[in-house]
Nanobody, 122 residues
Framework: QVVLVESGGGAVQAGGSLRLSCATSGPIWSAGGLFWYRRAPGKEREFFASIDYKNQITDYADSVKGRFTVLRDDPLGTGYLHMYNLKPEDTATYYC???????????????WGQGTQVTVSS
């Protein structure tokens, strides 16, 4: 089965940086886009960044645009989220969610990991 692991979270002060990683293992016949979400305490999970299946087009929410960068080695490889100039309002549990078809006969669907915590202090 497909297993997804996010890592790289931690506690930083405002203005600091972190790099999150999104690693997948298991059967992967093909991968599509990679999406990043976060859930802040007491709030709904929100989408904030993505990269398309060709690793060419990125999309960012206004709240992170210019501060966060999504990268991926290749569609089947590890994904990364570089976060700069972090703010206290970025405090949340961060999740990556790639679109994966495990076999040729499976449809693409998004997979989820356990998330990684990012805490930004002022």
């Amino acid at each position: 089965q497909v297993v997804l692991v996010e890592s790289g979270g931690g506690a930083v002060q405002a203005g600091g940086s972190l790099r999150l990683s999104c690693a997948t293992s298991g059967p992967i016949w093909s991968a599509g886009g990679l999406f990043w979400y976060r859930r802040a305490p007491g709030k709904e999970r929100e989408f904030f960044a993505s990269i398309d299946y060709k690793n060419q087009i990125t999309d960012y929410a206004d709240s992170v645009k210019g501060r966060f960068t999504v990268l991926r080695d290749d569609p089947l490889g590890t994904g990364y989220l570089h976060m700069y100039n972090l703010k206290p309002e970025d405090t949340a549990t961060y999740y990556c969610s790639p679109e994966i078809a495990p076999t040729e006969s499976d449809p693409y669907r998004q997979y989820w990991g356990q998330g990684t915590q990012v805490t930004v202090s002022s």
